[in-house]
Nanobody, 120 residues
Framework: QVQLVESGGGLVQPGGSLRLSCAAS????????MRWYRQAPGKQRELVAS???????YYTDSVKGRFTISRDNAKNAQYLQMNSLKPEDTAVYYC??????????????WGQGTQVTVSS
């Protein structure tokens, strides 16, 4: 069974940093695209950043220059380094991956979510 497990959330002061991790497990063949989403209270889930297997990246405007997405293809893992955090970054962060697994074909999978709170 394919699973995405996140770690690394928490409480941080404005201007601080956090690093989120997400590891995919199961009979995975390939992961073309990996993404991080976030959802703040009362708001829709939004795409924060994405990365292809070749390393091409996308960032939403509000995090450009502060967040960095990366991946380790050998470990089926992705990371989100978040610097210069602001209170408006407070949200539940979800990892997402489009992947192909043995016996399942291509599908989109989600992590359980991890809370990031930026507050003094």
């Amino acid at each position: 069974q394919v699973q995405l497990v996140e770690s690394g959330g928490g409480l941080v002061q404005p201007g601080g940093s956090l690093r989120l991790s997400c590891a995919a497990s199961g009979s995975i063949l390939t992961i073309p695209d990996m993404r991080w989403y976030r959802q703040a209270p009362g708001k829709q889930r939004e795409l924060v950043a994405s990365i292809t297997s070749g390393g091409s990246t996308y960032y939403t405007d509000s995090v450009k220059g502060r967040f960095t997405i990366s991946r380790d293809n050998a470990k089926n893992a992705q990371y989100l380094q978040m610097n210069s955090l602001k209170p408006e970054d407070t949200a539940v962060y979800y990892c997402n991956a489009d992947l192909r697994a043995i016996g399942k074909g291509y599908g989109s999978y989600w992590g359980q979510g991890t809370q990031v709170t930026v507050s003094s």
